[in-house]
């Protein structure tokens, strides 16, 4: 029961009933679906919102797009540092390649020139590698890989590729002794190959040679370059030895005379050892001559 002129508050107001706002409701939607459908009205409205909810469907993926990257980044970096490791490991080795590669160019080469010494001397010559240096502080010896099985001798001459280094000294079953030129009880006959002048070289330590008793007045100066003279019948003639670095003509009857060795005496790792030079036999006496007997005449 209502008073006069007092209306009812809105809660208690009745509007259409539930199942009909819903069929209401329906048919609008379907209306529009079926509108938007054949007319494309609504096209422009969708645009606009998807601008409208971009920022939100970032928001919204953002935590998922985080771990899947994380995961991806994690990944790759631990491929990358496996992949770095890898090409670490390769470049050594290739790296270690090219240094062998570069060392055998440069035995290649050293082999080469031997080869080429060795046809120069046209005699028996044995191939050895130096294996390390004599221990012995006072005297320049080193050893060689090759001994008496090989056919090595006391005495014979060693070169390499630039001339004369030194001389078989002793003999073991599989290796030798080598004395290089620079020991300072070393000596070797050598000849200026320019005017043939002879004289004896001696060693005078620290990679330095001496041409001792050499009158002053001898034709002999710097730049001149000493040969072997074959005098010994140990060397063969005409083998490079050393080079005239300074003459001192002052003082003594005698001049001095100091050379620098040709050869790689403290660096050479492959060398040729010379046999002796043999001697041509000497050709036979000819036979005296027959007489013939005359006959008497009868």
């Known amino acids: 029961m209502s008073l006069v002129g007092h209306k009812p ?15 209401l409701f329906v048919s609008v939607c379907l209306a529009m679906l079926v509108s938007d459908l054949r007319f494309r009205y609504l096209e422009v409205f969708r645009h606009a919102m998807s601008v409208v909810t971009y920022p939100l469907q970032m928001a919204a993926a953002t ?23 890898e090409l670490r490991r390769q470049q050594l080795g290739s790296g270690e390649r090219l240094l062998r590669y570069e060392l055998l160019q440069q035995e290649n080469a050293h082999l080469r020139k031997l080869l080429e010494m060795a046809q120069r001397v046209q005699t028996r010559s044995i191939a050895a590698d130096i294996l390390y240096n004599a221990p012995d502080p006072f005297a320049r010896k080193v ?8 056919g090595i001798e006391p005495g014979l001459a060693v070169v390499d590729a630039g001339g004369v280094i030194g001389q078989v000294t002793r003999v073991f079953p599989v290796q030798s002794e080598v004395t290089l030129l620079t ?33 002053g007045s001898a034709d002999i100066q710097p730049g001149d370059r000493l040969v072997t003279s074959g005098l010994d019948g140990v060397f063969v003639p005409g083998l490079p030895v050393a080079t005239v670095v300074s003459v001192d003509r002052e003082g003594d009857a005698f001049a001095g005379i100091v050379c620098e060795p040709l050869a790689g005496v403290e660096r050479s790792m492959q060398v040729l050892v010379i046999g002796r030079v043999d001697l041509p036999p000497a050709p036979p006496a000819p036979a005296p001559p027959v007489e013939k007997k005359k006959g008497k005449g009868r």
């Open 183 to 215: 020991d300072r009880n070393q000596a070797i006959p050598v000849q200026v190959e320019r005017n043939g002048l002879r004289g004896v070289l001696f060693g005078a330590g620290q990679g330095r040679l001496e041409m001792r008793f050499v009158i």
């Open 9 to 23: 508050p809105p809660i208690f107001r009745r509007g259409p009933a539930p199942l009909v706002r819903l069929m």
């Open 63 to 85: 935590p998922a797009d985080v771990v899947r990257n994380a995961s991806v980044y994690f990944a790759t970096l631990v491929e990358v540092q496996r992949d770095n490791a």
């Open 143 to 150: 050893i060689l890989d090759r001994g008496a099985q090989q």
